[in-house]
């Protein structure tokens, strides 16, 4: 992603790395001085990835001043991180395809063989020599892709969230089967009643998992226990997929944005609250060409080609905004954040 300038936050700040909790975004010098590449929110914490490939951490709740460096990896470089804004645990991938977990267990969401929590970050052995290049946390479970667009998933199996036919608990990297064929090459996973997507080379996406408000996007309310495809997204050339509470996003090469499922606290970006079933274009981003999305529980960011950051959904602690409100419409460009050229984003809860 490059290195930050600077790391600026908003909303409710409760780690004291930055100055204050507020409306305007603020500056975040103990972080910003670490060199970021990549930073990945939890419930409890937040994960920084530092250029030099190195790890970091900050709890919302600590009275540490000072970021505290994730040991584990020895000399390894990581070079990608993984938590879920309603989890509890995290994934980190090293520049050799090698895939550590760490934090709570509950369920086998670290893939490990057992429900057992680490401290530190603990090598997945069922996944060596698979060569994995992209991961994705949910609230209570795992994915990752290897190299050759296999989807490998693991954790709570709830409502079939992890694509294999059944509800049951993985302790360990399963493959999702049913892909056989498709080169995936992107996945998102979900919170609570959760729901899995993917986007494979061909452009394609399938989903599957609790199918409540329309989340799956193939219309009405059923779930699926195996991937299947959303038809509406076939012919838009969708590059990356997103998962929020109850709904989900997909972002298009050209760099439009669609959403679909719940609709409550304008999390659609549709300006209503109103359930949608199907992939639905957000028209506020349209012409503003978004290169990527940060989605919290129920708010985005949509980050453009120019540097600019747009935000949409719950705002009670200025997520989205410059001032508190229940929630914002559609998507609004937070202007505190104009002039600044910014990078990357991150949401959390």
């Given at each position: 992603?490059?290195?930050?300038q600077?790391?600026?936050?908003w909303?409710?700040l409760?780690?004291?790395s930055?100055t204050?909790?507020?409306?305007?975004?603020?500056?975040?010098?103990?972080i910003?001085?670490?060199g970021?590449?990549?930073?990945?929110?939890?419930?409890?914490?937040l994960?920084?990835l530092?250029?030099?490939?190195k790890?970091?951490?900050?709890?919302?709740s600590?009275?540490?001043?000072?970021?505290?460096?994730v040991?584990?990896?020895?000399?390894?470089?990581?070079?990608?991180?993984?938590?879920h804004?309603d989890?509890?645990?995290f994934?980190?991938l090293?520049?050799?395809?090698?895939?550590y977990?760490?934090?709570s267990?509950?369920?086998?969401?670290?893939g490990?063989?057992n429900?057992?929590?680490k401290?530190?970050?603990?090598?997945?052995?069922?996944?060596?020599?698979?060569h994995?290049v992209?991961i994705?946390?949910?609230?209570?479970?795992?994915?990752?892709?290897?190299?050759?667009g296999?989807?490998?998933?693991?954790?709570?199996?709830?409502?079939?969230?992890?694509?294999?036919?059944?509800?049951?608990?993985?302790n360990?990297?399963?493959?999702?089967?049913?892909l056989k064929g498709?080169?995936?090459?992107?996945?998102?996973?979900?919170s609570g009643?959760?729901?899995?997507?993917v986007?494979?080379d061909?452009?394609?996406?399938?989903?599957w998992g609790?199918?409540?408000?329309?989340?799956?996007g193939?219309?009405?309310?059923?779930?699926?226990k195996?991937p299947?495809l959303i038809d509406k997204l076939?012919?838009?050339?969708v590059?990356?997929?997103?998962?929020?509470?109850?709904?989900?996003?997909?972002?298009?090469k050209?760099?439009?944005?669609?959403?679909?499922?719940?609709?409550?606290?304008h999390r659609l970006g549709?300006?209503?609250?109103?359930?949608?079933?199907?992939p639905k274009l957000?028209?506020?981003?349209q012409?503003?060409?978004v290169?990527?999305?940060?989605?919290?529980s129920v708010?985005v960011?949509?980050?453009?080609?120019?540097?600019?950051?747009y935000g949409?959904?719950?705002?009670?602690?200025?997520?989205?905004?410059?001032?508190?409100?229940?929630?914002?419409?559609?998507?609004?460009?937070?202007?505190s954040?104009?002039g600044k050229v910014?990078?990357g984003t991150a949401?959390?809860?």
């Open positions: 992603m490059g290195q930050y600077e790391v600026l936050a909303g409710w409760a780690w004291s930055c204050d909790s507020g409306m305007m975004p603020q500056y975040c010098e103990a910003g001085e670490l970021v590449a990549q930073i990945a929110c939890a419930e409890r914490c994960l920084i530092t250029n030099a490939g790890v970091f951490t900050v709890y919302y600590s009275e540490t001043q000072c970021p505290q460096q040991e584990g990896f020895g000399d390894k470089e990581v070079i990608k991180l993984a938590a804004p989890g509890k645990h994934l980190a090293t520049s050799d395809g090698d895939l977990s760490w934090g267990g509950v369920g086998g969401r670290l490990h063989g429900n057992n929590s401290d530190e970050p603990t090598l997945i052995e069922a996944l060596v020599g698979k994995i992209h994705a946390c949910g609230s209570t479970y795992s994915a990752a892709v290897s190299s050759s296999e989807l490998y998933t693991w954790g709570r199996g709830n409502y079939g969230r992890l694509g294999h036919g059944c509800s049951e608990d993985h360990v990297p399963t493959l999702v089967a049913d498709h080169r995936v090459v992107d996945v998102a996973c979900g009643d959760a729901q899995t997507l986007v494979t061909a452009g394609l996406v399938f989903s609790d199918g409540d408000y329309g989340k799956l193939r219309g009405g309310n059923d779930g699926s195996t299947k076939q012919d838009v050339d590059v990356k997929v997103y998962c929020g509470a109850q709904f989900s996003l997909a972002l298009t050209t760099g439009s944005v669609y959403s679909w499922g719940k609709g409550d606290t549709h300006a209503s609250e109103e359930h949608v079933r199907f957000i028209e506020a981003l012409g503003k060409h290169v990527s999305l940060a989605v919290g708010h960011l949509a980050l453009t080609e120019e540097g600019e950051v949409w959904g719950r705002n009670d602690y200025a997520q989205v905004g410059e001032t508190t409100g229940s929630s914002v419409l559609e998507p609004t460009v937070i202007t954040l104009q910014i990078v949401c959390g809860p």
